[in-house]
């Protein structure tokens, strides 16, 4: 048998694949983000000691259980959700659905309200310079509640969690800031620096090419964009070099011959075993193209998955 088109066919399958493999997963994600969410309540610092060793074993029973653990990149790549649980709990449960942010989340603020935030936003500023990030993100947090009609505030409020490596959080709050101020570019560049972090290229050249078309001048963003341009030609260049291995490409012929040759119970069997193969030596050879090629699943399965650190004392 003569196989045309190799490298199309090849990903196709193994999409394929990852979209089966997907469904089964779907437990195995929500385990995953109740992990996370036990791990974030053990280190925030509100519970007794007791309470944290109870988090600790329940942990540990479900990561024995479900053979996930939270510490491994594997996990991450395989299971990371773009949104916390408890933000997904509560966008779920809230009473005032809308699709407007601004309709939903702000009331308008007394001038004493924003002449205090304003003193915790310049306060927040301070604690950034001295790199006292998380008092930084609690002065931030008050302005906010105070203030939450103001981009400026939940922008850096992002930076603060992008220091605390707390990308998701800083994505969201980009994301507020731009419900508020959708042509706030530095809202756009802060999202790019957080998605590159998290090794999300698509969505990072996304955020950094809107953040350049609304300030064509700032060579920062030509720098970030140009650099993750560069990051996603290596990872194309990676794929075919993958896909040309005459190994890789004589061992799904072989597999798809057998399976061309089976039943139809059969011929699924053989392609998930083509895939479960194929996502192996893929994995050894090239995980980065890997945790790609997952993403782009994702989005194919209907899921969603800063330039400058300085915060900003606009009015």
Known sequence: MVLYNTVPVVFYFYICYLLLLNKMADVSKL?????????????????????????EVAIQCLESAYGI??????????????????????SHTSSEKTDNFAA?????????????????????????????????????????????????YYCNRAAAYSKLTKHTSAIQDCNSALAIDPSYSKAYGRMGMAYLELENNEQSHECYR??????????????NLEMVEQRLREQAMGAANLMSNPQMQSMMSNLMSSAAGEGSNGGLTSLLQAGQQLATQMQQQNPDLVAQLRRQANILNGEQQTNSEETDNKE
């Open 210 to 223: 809107k953040a350049l078309e609304l300030d064509p001048n700032n060579q920062s963003y030509k720098n």
């Open 69 to 90: 653990n939270t510490n491994e990149p594997e996990s991450a790549s395989k299971y990371y959700v773009d949104k916390n649980l408890l933000d997904i709990f509560n």
């Open 31 to 55: 385990v995953y983000s109740i992990l996370k969410f036990l791990g974030d309540q053990k280190t925030s610092g509100n519970l007794s000691d007791d309470a944290v060793e109870s988090l």
């Open 104 to 152: 939903n989340t702000l009331h308008e603020p007394t001038p004493e309200d924003r002449v205090e935030a304003e003193k915790l936003k310049n306060k927040g500023n301070d604690f950034m310079k001295a790199e006292k990030f998380s008092e930084a993100l609690e002065c931030y947090t008050k302005a906010i509640k105070l203030d939450n009609k103001n981009a400026v």
